[in-house]
């Protein structure tokens, strides 16, 4: 029994020390590639910012280690670069094979190395890698293919249109911030297709960041869509509203009117439909808006004050009346509202 | 990194080029060194790029000198608070280190340096 039991023990002692050596050998290891890296790291930054400023070329690296510090030193110089310098850049990356590298990337097994490569093409990718992002589209990991969808929407044609927005559909509900990201990526490279995302057929979630995105980019060929939306549920129809407002497209009138008038829908609604009207500037939202002026809300009566400011002489002309009227609360807002 | 691309753009240029590691250094080479131009990035450790800002316009000995500033933000807000600490140009990032270069020139013709 005792032979049995110094027997186990032994075996523990030898595995403790293989366990210990392993550990030691592996941390070692890392060190030495984090040194060699850190002594890299500087050089490669200089040769970078020498031949962006046209003053000397980067021969293809040796090693793993080279190429690796080249692409992270490359990667990070690319987020703050943009013209012709980052051109420059994105050509040495993919003269030295880095796009063949991050496509072997994505059929990696590990969700870290696939990441790795996305972030790496979603930065030199031009159409020639279309086939590969497309691949990305179908990984297990919703990241993976947010990022390539964000990329297919950069480079991409009409042909990967719908693949890009299935992509979105499908990555809104985990992966929120990846999914707004091409969101915006299809609203500024490929704006018609933003139109499959603002249908009423679409998620709440999908349709509210298209509906953000085409009012913060002024889309105006999607103002009917955003007008269609005033009428939907309240906080899309306070974003389309608001969005409107920034396009500043005039149909959109007798809708904003209707929203601001509607005393059953939601305050932000109806203060987004009054701050629109007054960025239009159309002058025929005059008497809509002096109606909001005595609004029991707050909120709204001061949109509409501002508004007025907004809609020409004859939304001055409201203010100075209502300034110099009986009740003082509006005086004081049509006042205020004169004076900015 | 973006120091680095900066510095090698101006130095291409043939400008003399000094490089400070953070804000602190950045206002120490400005007091002593009294170069023509600065260019000073709006995050930067230690001290941000508006607090050296504000420092150099506190001291008459600075209080003149022209800068340059990069930023990431491209906020109404950043902006203005910029040019009215003084700032003579604002350049967003990402940028082109060739239209900075375009800029420098811009801002050193106008103060005749």
């Known amino acids: ?153 950069e480079v991409g044609g009409p042909e990967v249109t719908d693949a890009v927005v299935a992509t979105v559909t499908r990555t809104m509900t985990r992966r929120p911030g990846a999914a707004v990201a091409v969101v915006l990526a299809i609203g500024m490279h490929n704006s018609p297709a933003l139109g499959d995302l603002l249908g009423p057929d679409v998620p709440a979630s999908v349709r509210a960041t298209a509906i953000a995105v085409a009012g913060q980019l002024r889309l105006a060929e999607h103002a009917p869509a955003l007008i269609a939306c005033l009428g939907d549920r309240d906080d899309l129809a306070t974003s389309a509203a608001y969005g409107l407002g920034r396009i500043g497209d005039a149909r959109a009138v007798p809708e904003l009117a209707r929203l601001a008038m509607a005393t059953e829908r939601a305050l932000p609604a109806r203060v987004a439909a009054v701050k629109a009207l007054g960025a239009i500037g159309d002058p025929a939202a005059v008497d809509v808006v002096r109606q909001q002026l005595p609004a029991a809300e707050w909120p709204v009566a001061a949109a509409a004050a501002a508004a007025l400011a907004r809609l020409g002489e004859a939304g001055l002309a409201v203010l100075r009346n209502t300034a110099t009227s009986g009740r003082p609360e509006l005086a004081e807002l049509a006042g205020a509202a004169l004076g900015q | 990194m973006v120091r680095r691309l900066v510095a090698a753009r101006l130095a291409s240029d043939g400008y003399e080029v000094l490089e400070a590691a953070d804000g602190e250094q950045a206002l120490m080479l400005a007091r002593t060194e009294h170069p023509d131009l600065l260019v000073l990035d709006k995050v930067m450790p230690k001290f941000d790029g508006f607090e050296v800002v504000r420092a150099l316009r506190e001291d008459p000995r600075t209080a003149g000198m022209p800068i340059v500033m990069l930023t990431e933000r491209t906020s109404e807000e950043d902006v203005l608070g910029g040019l009215n600490l003084g700032v003579e140009e604002y350049m967003p990032k990402p940028f082109s280190p060739l239209e900075l270069s375009a800029r420098v020139r811009r801002v050193l013709a106008r103060v005749g340096t």
Do not use: F, W
């Open chain 1, 1 to 153: 029994m005792t032979a049995a039991v110094a027997g186990v023990d032994a075996a523990l002692c030898l595995m403790i020390v293989v366990l210990i050596q392993v550990i030691v050998v592996v941390r070692a290891a890392a060190i030495r590639r984090k040194v060699r890296y850190n002594r890299l790291r500087p050089r490669t930054e200089a040769a970078i910012a020498d031949l962006v400023s046209g003053g000397g070329d980067i021969p293809e690296p040796r090693s793993r280690g080279e190429r690796a510090v080249l692409h992270d030193v490359a990667i990070e110089a690319l987020a703050d670069l943009q013209g012709s310098e980052r051109d420059q850049l994105v050509s040495l990356l993919r003269h030295h094979g880095y796009p063949a590298e991050a496509a072997a990337g994505l059929r990696a097994a590990r969700r870290a190395k696939r990441r790795r490569a996305a972030e790496t093409l979603a930065a030199i990718a031009t159409p020639d890698d279309i086939p590969i992002l497309t691949g990305g589209l179908g990984d297990r990991d919703e990241l993976v293919q947010a990022t390539c969808a964000r990329v297919l929407a």
